[in-house]
């Protein structure tokens, strides 16, 4: 993968983002930063405290606005955004709206890492960045 695709993990489990992290750097991806609820990551991107991601890993269920109230936000911050929900939602209802509001695509917390690195592949060639 190319170093230079840049994520953000937004999850509020330290684990998952630990896991996220270690995938990300086993594919080659640059993790710029995590964070532990959605409102930290949106405040930092609307300061342009950080640098922009090209993708962001996004849980569901977090502490302060949900991942699927972030939707929106962040793809008017940015209609480029490639978001991956990461959650253990199983909820296809809810699986289905947040895919509608943008998402591009959604991996299940209980995924194993070799099927989890194959989504995210396949998300990015399908967005275009590998």
């Known amino acids: 993968m190319n170093n230079q695709i ?7 489990s330290s684990l998952i983002r630990k ?5 990300c750097d086993e594919m080659g991806l640059s993790v710029l930063a995590e964070y532990e609820n959605g409102d930290s ?11 922009s991601p ?5 849980d569901i269920n977090m502490p302060g ?18 978001i991956i929900i990461v959650s253990s939602v199983d909820d296809t209802l809810l699986i289905k709206e ?7 695509n959604f991996i299940h917390k209980n995924t194993g890492k070799n099927a989890m690195k194959e989504i995210i592949t396949t998300t990015l060639k399908n967005n275009g960045l590998v």
């Open 19 to 23: 896991i996220m992290s270690g995938i």
């Open 54 to 58: 090209d993708v962001i890993f996004l």
């Open 41 to 51: 990551m949106y405040e930092s991107l609307t300061m342009l405290e950080r640098t």
């Open 6 to 12: 840049a994520c953000y993990i937004a999850d509020d």
């Open 98 to 104: 947040c895919l509608e509001l943008g998402a591009s």
């Open 65 to 82: 606005r949900s991942g699927k109230d972030l939707l929106d936000l962040l793809l008017d911050l940015n209609p480029e955004f490639i």
